[in-house]
């Protein structure tokens, strides 16, 4: 079955730091993959999507992610962080074309001031 | 970017009660729309996906006589949770699929059954 892991769970930073979220994919055929962002106490935001073409992806807020086909991977990035940035991250994908998504377990991150 | 609408944010029934969940894509027209719950400090679980004008399908373990939906246009897709139990309160999330696959989120809406 497909699955998709982040294995950081809990990532505390302080601001100006940079971040890179780590996400991996299991193989499955074609693969789209997303990153989504939620703020406390609001809903899942589309931050970024990879379907084809350039695997740097820059998404919304400063945030961009690198597909890397070799590794199966996908890792979020922000040069540097914001307090504003306090959220909980999920990796998806679908594949073949398919429209299920597949959710990462998410990673909280903190951003002291 | 894309909107995605649930109503109620919050309800709250008695167990045998009936609730219906609305979800709407406010400015585009999603031939599929998702319907997941979220269960504490948990990722979201898919539970099914919604075309329109078509049965929904479900997720192996989710019952569909239990959780009825219906999407009965481009832009509206409806759960409805028959006979509420106290184990079926939940936070149900609905999403919405516009042209490039790309899934747009609702609000969520939390569901308390006493």
């Known amino acids: 079955a497909q699955s998709v892991s982040q294995h950081n769970h809990h990532v505390i930073l302080s601001e100006a730091a940079s971040l890179e979220l780590g996400c991996n994919y299991s193989?499955?055929?074609?693969?789209?993959l997303f990153w989504y962002v939620q703020y406390p106490g609001q809903h899942l935001q589309l931050l970024l999507k990879?379907?084809?073409?350039?695997?740097l992806v820059k998404g919304i807020k400063g945030f961009e992610a690198e597909f890397i086909k070799s590794k199966f991977s996908f890792n979020l990035r922000k040069p540097s962080v914001q307090w504003s940035d306090t959220a909980e991250y999920f990796c998806?994908?679908?594949?073949?074309?398919?429209?299920?998504?597949?959710f990462g377990g998410g990673t909280r991150l903190m951003v002291k001031p | 970017g894309a909107v995605v609408s649930q109503h109620p944010s919050r309800v709250i029934c008695k167990s045998g009660t009936s609730v219906k969940i609305e979800c709407r894509s406010l400015?585009?027209?999603?031939?599929?729309m998702f319907w997941y719950r979220q269960f504490p400090k948990k990722s979201l679980m898919l539970m099914a996906t919604?075309?329109?004008?078509?049965?929904?399908?479900?997720e192996q373990g989710v019952e569909k006589d239990k959780f009825l939906i219906n999407h009965a246009s481009l832009t509206l897709s409806t759960l409805t949770v028959t006979s509420a139990h106290p184990e079926d309160s939940s936070f149900y999330i609905c999403?919405?699929?516009?042209?490039?696959?790309?899934?747009?989120f609702g609000p969520g809406t939390r569901l308390l059954v006493l």
């Open positions: 999403s919405a699929q516009d042209p490039t696959r790309a899934q747009y």
């Open positions: 193989y499955g055929g074609t693969v789209n």
């Open positions: 990879y379907f084809s073409g350039d695997p």
């Open positions: 998806a994908a679908s594949y073949n074309a398919g429209n299920m998504l597949t």
């Open positions: 400015d585009f027209q999603a031939t599929t």
């Open positions: 919604s075309n329109e004008g078509s049965k929904a399908t479900y």
